[in-house]
């Protein structure tokens, strides 16, 4: 009854409930090795990484033990030891790139008492190492000075954020560098510390057409210095999952599989599951434990399929001999017989001429002019098709795909062309069905999903749509109707269940950041415009299901 009477009187009263985010979880992360951490939205993957990072909120009930060299972690481990990349890029907007990493590296490198902190770190059984005071002085001299250090510029080199070093980084309000080079100001603000374990949630956000080259420096970086990275990406390319050795497979908190990357596809073979061959196996992966994308990929006869649920590939893998290979408790028989090609390498000495005529590639040195000369003419080519094809072809109802590398003017085409763009200067202009743009009247037909997801933190998700509704949607429209149309959106973009979920601050409390881009779009669906702009969207695979 007090319920009823509180609904009626349009107060929300909630009632707290375990939920318990992470589910039996454990194994074995070792050095010198990229562990990939894949999993939906929602799975846990970033209370996953706080818990071994040590960051994890006071109100949550932790159980188990996190271990690290043997020695239990405690309260002060992983300030030094490890190093937690958040999926948020929360930065000073008035500070440059160059600056921003310069502070990091300074507050992260090394003072007068790192003897002490290394002495805390070693093992209580008597290890007698100590700090080389070479490398002490070193890294003392490279984080001294008024201006940037040695290892600033390394790092800013290394991924790629030279053009952009003494450019502001910005907000929401202040215009700064782009979302791809603020995701790299993230990693590299870490990079530049003397942690030994990386735990990267979500890194990949607005670095598509870079995520391989910072991945490979990651691989290296492990490799040579013997360092730990985890690291979670939402939807790898084949090219960057190849370079990882560990897969950790996290679906509705529990570890679904854990081991080495060539053995997933296997494991899950002999529960009669196949990954096609022009299948991308990152994806396989996560598609695989979907209700509703699982039966495309079973390999026995259709008939005899049942839905294999979360529990029982959990249950699978721990019966396995995949968690004892993960600990180093299964010897491997070294049959040298079966690789004896090794031991000489044929035809040792190649001629790179020779590889490239086995490829169909031409050598001769004309060759080189004649493909300067074609690649000139195409572009005219297709510049002058271009004009009469954006002139004269009807683009109603269709999805357009604007593609750029990080950097390239995607946001301030998207600012123009939505009418949002407050400063620079502005020439030529915008058409619309053939007629001037008036943006009073563009700005009720058209919405904008922008690449920060500006919410108010005090509002639940469906306040927030139904304010958006009431302020955008015509006055003709009844309540009832818009009530409607803002359950079938939030079916749409599957946000039901956070209904009545606060939004919170990002980084801090409320929606994670790929709920926070959902609830973005579905402020801007809930208007019924007619042309939408979106920008990285969360995955493609919704895009194309709001689209359709």
């Excluded at 502070?103 to 902190?117: A, D, I, Q, R, V």
């Excluded at 929401?172 to 990267?200: D, H, N, P, Q, W």
């Excluded at 529990?254 to 529960?271: K, L």
Aim: glycine share 8%; net charge neutral.
């Amino acid at each position: 009854m007090p319920q009823e009477l509180a609904t009626c009187a349009h107060i929300c009263v909630t009632r707290k409930r375990p939920i318990r985010i992470i589910n039996e979880v454990s194994g074995i992360i070792r050095p010198s090795r990229m562990t990939l951490l894949l999993g939906a939205p929602g799975s846990g993957k970033t209370t996953f990484f706080k818990a071994l990072a040590g960051k994890l909120d006071s109100s949550l009930k932790f159980k188990g033990k996190v271990m690290y060299n043997g020695e239990e972690m405690n309260s002060s481990t992983p300030q030094y030891l490890c190093a937690y990349v958040s999926q948020y890029d929360l930065h000073h907007a008035e500070m440059t790139v160059r600056e921003t990493i310069n502070f990091s590296s300074k507050m992260l490198g090394t003072n007068n008492e790192f003897e002490m902190l290394g002495a805390a770190i070693r093992s209580k059984k008597g290890v007698t190492n100590k700090v080389d005071q070479d490398l002490d002085s070193l890294i003392k001299a490279t984080t001294s000075g008024e201006g940037s250090n040695l290892t600033t510029n390394y790092i800013i080199k290394i991924l790629g954020l030279s053009e952009c070093a003494d450019t502001l980084v910005g907000d929401e309000m202040r215009r700064g560098i782009s979302g791809g080079e603020k995701k790299r100001a993230t990693v590299g603000e870490m990079l530049v510390g003397l942690a030994r374990c990386f735990f990267m949630d979500d890194i990949s956000t607005g670095l598509d057409s870079t995520t391989f080259e910072i991945m490979k420096f990651l691989q290296q970086m492990a490799h040579l210095m013997d360092l730990t990275m985890v690291i979670s990406l939402l939807q790898p390319p084949p090219e960057t999952f190849e370079l990882f050795n560990d897969i950790i497979l996290l679906c509705e908190g529990q570890i679904v599989y854990h081991g080495p990357r060539e053995n997933a596809t296997d494991f899950f073979e002999t529960m009669g599951f196949k990954c096609p061959n022009r299948k991308n196996v990152a994806d396989f992966l996560q598609e695989v434990t979907s209700k509703m994308d699982q039966k495309q990929y079973w390999a026995g006869d259709q008939n005899k399929y049942q839905y294999h649920s979360v529990e029982k590939f959990a249950e699978s893998f721990h019966t396995s001999y995949l968690p004892l290979l993960v600990e180093g408790k299964l010897c491997r028989s070294n049959n040298t017989g079966k690789n004896k090609e090794e031991f000489y390498y044929n035809n040792a000495n190649t001629v790179g001429e020779a590889i490239l005529k086995i490829r169909g590639l031409l050598t001769e040195w004309h060759w080189y002019w004649i493909c300067v000369t074609i690649l000139f003419g195409y572009s005219l080519v297709f510049n002058i098709f271009s004009i009469f094809a954006l002139e004269f072809m009807n683009c109603q109802q269709c999805s357009q795909a604007l593609m750029g590398i990080t950097g390239a003017g995607k946001t301030t085409l998207l600012d123009v062309l939505a009418g949002r763009k407050t400063g620079g200067y502005m020439e030529g202009t915008i058409k619309i069905a053939g007629y001037p743009k008036k943006q009073e009247t563009f700005s009720r037909i058209s919405g904008y999903c922008e690449q920060t997801d500006i919410h108010s933190p005090n509002l639940t998700v469906y306040e927030s749509l139904k304010f958006s509704a009431w302020l955008r949607l015509p006055s003709n429209v009844k309540p009832h109707q818009r009530d409607m149309f803002i359950e079938e959106v939030m079916s749409l973009v599957e946000l039901t269940d956070l209904k009545n979920a606060m939004v919170g601050i990002p980084g801090a409390t409320g929606l994670s950041a790929e709920q926070r881009k959902r609830l973005t779009i579905a402020v801007e669906l809930v208007v019924s415009p007619s042309i939408i702009f979106m920008e990285q969207p969360p995955a493609w695979m919704l895009v194309l299901q709001l689209l359709s």
